[in-house]
């Protein structure tokens, strides 16, 4: 009996097109493109830990984990959060310390704050996630993207999703000439719903990202291995470098840092200080830093709380971050006295601060700016501790 989905003989094996107003596709190029994707993915995706399971938790920690970061980074991170957090109430009763320490290294630290805060409301209201993308959206930290990942792959919900690299395969394949940061991402919102292929929508989403990733790239894209390049529009029309097509971002402001490094002269203990939660690395923990007018009044603010003796500069780091470039001054000094959080300033960005052993460091939300400021104070052993993991550079 002939397969009604087929469509024509060649039907399914047309370039495709997307006109500005509508997406024009038959059934056949629909079957074609994901009978082709899914036999690809299934010969050729990579082993994955969150791969290998369906719990919609640990689908969640993922997803969340490789927003704006690389696959390679995020699996040892995977591996070692799911261990000491194996279950959603496991994280959900796990202090934010702990939390955030767990992803320190892996940037973008809001993700964590919001994960926690996401987990938490679901065991607030029973501890099952909900099954729909609708009902997922509903959770703290979750937007479309996500929702639709764990709808599809953990519940076998028939939604599509767009990261970028699926923005990437939709704009050459289709050939969109959208902005992918504007109208073009709606365009491959409503495409990744119409082409889901319902046998298995987690596959499928999971294919067009494997694509993006491994074959579709952003740069020297493998089109000779590509399953889809008979049929992508980019490739036929000589374009493929030229799309998708992004409208530039705003270049990122220069700011510059002061940061004290201030050792307890007993034990080489550490002050550390917290910083707001609203504020760019809330809740984490590090040498207390500040901005001004200048160096020397930055610093004046730092010293007017911070009881410090024998302050010296010994450097600079710079680190960048999406929409900002830092350059922090690092000065190291011997801690002087006692201090509070009553005696932290309103305006210095802190709510907490703790004179902190170099070997519980690692206990504590820590970032990597953070390390590389303690890097620079003690880029010899003899002068301060360092934690674990903290690279230093040699004095040149």
Same mark, same amino acid.
């Given at each position: ?19 500005? #107003? ?33 719990? *919609? ?13 690389? +696959?390679?980074? +995020? ?54 996630? *909900? =099954? $729909? ?13 996500? =929702?639709?990942?764990?709808? $599809? ?5 028939? %939604?599509?999703? %767009?990261?970028?690299?699926?923005? @990437? ?26 082409? %889901?292929?319902?046998? #298995? ?29 008979? +049929?992508? @529009? ?21 700011? /510059? ?37 200048? *160096? ?17 500069? +010994? ?16 000065? @190291?000094?011997?801690? =002087? ?16 601060? @703790?004179? %902190? ?13 953070? /390390? ?6 003690? /880029? ?17």
């Amino acid at each position: 009996m002939k397969d009604k989905t087929a469509g024509t003989p060649g039907e399914g094996r047309g370039l495709l097109t997307v006109t500005k #107003d509508a997406i024009a596709l038959t059934s056949g190029q629909v079957a074609h493109l994901q009978e082709t994707l899914l036999r690809w993915y299934d010969s050729c995706r990579r082993d994955l830990p969150w791969r290998r399971t369906r719990d *919609p938790y640990a689908i969640w920690v993922s997803e969340i984990m490789l927003q704006q970061t690389r +696959v390679d980074t +995020v699996i040892p991170y995977f591996e070692r959060f799911m261990s000491k957090f194996p279950t959603a109430m496991a994280l959900a009763e796990a202090p934010a310390d702990d939390v955030l320490a767990a992803w320190s290294g892996l940037g973008y630290y809001r993700r964590a704050r919001f994960l926690l805060e996401g987990v938490r409301t679901v065991a607030a209201s029973g501890g099952s996630l *909900p =099954a $729909s993308r609708d009902g997922l959206l509903g959770v703290p930290g979750i937007g479309r993207y996500t =929702a639709g990942a764990i709808a $599809s792959i953990a519940f076998g919900q028939p %939604v599509g999703l %767009v990261d970028g690299n699926v923005a @990437r395969v939709f704009a050459r394949l289709f050939s969109i000439e959208e902005d992918m940061r504007k109208r073009g991402m709606r365009t491959a919102e409503a495409l990744a719903d119409r082409l %889901v292929a319902p046998r #298995d929508p987690g596959g499928w989403n999971q294919a067009l990202m494997e694509l993006g990733a491994t074959v579709c790239t952003p740069r020297s894209p493998s089109c000779e291995v590509c399953p889809l390049a008979s +049929v992508c @529009r980019a490739r036929a029309t000589g374009r493929v470098a030229e799309l998708p097509f992004l409208s530039g971002k705003k270049a990122p402001l220069l700011r /510059r840092v002061q940061a004290i490094v201030a050792t307890r002269p007993s034990d080489g203990a550490i002050l550390l200080a917290r910083r707001r939660r609203e504020l760019t690395f809330g809740g984490l923990w590090e040498p207390p830093s500040a901005e001004g007018d200048g *160096p020397a009044e930055a610093r004046a603010r730092l010293q007017a709380w911070v009881p410090v003796a024998n302050l010296t500069r +010994v450097g600079s780091v710079a680190h960048v971050l999406s929409h900002r470039k830092l350059t922090v001054d690092v000065s @190291r000094g011997l801690l =002087a006295g006692a201090i509070r959080a009553n005696d932290i300033p309103p305006d210095s960005g802190y709510d907490a601060v @703790r004179v %902190v052993a170099v070997a519980d460091i690692e206990t504590l939300g820590f970032s990597t700016l953070a /390390r590389k400021i303690l890097a620079e104070a003690c /880029r010899e052993e003899s002068e301060c501790p360092t934690p674990p993991g903290t690279k230093r550079r040699p004095r040149t």
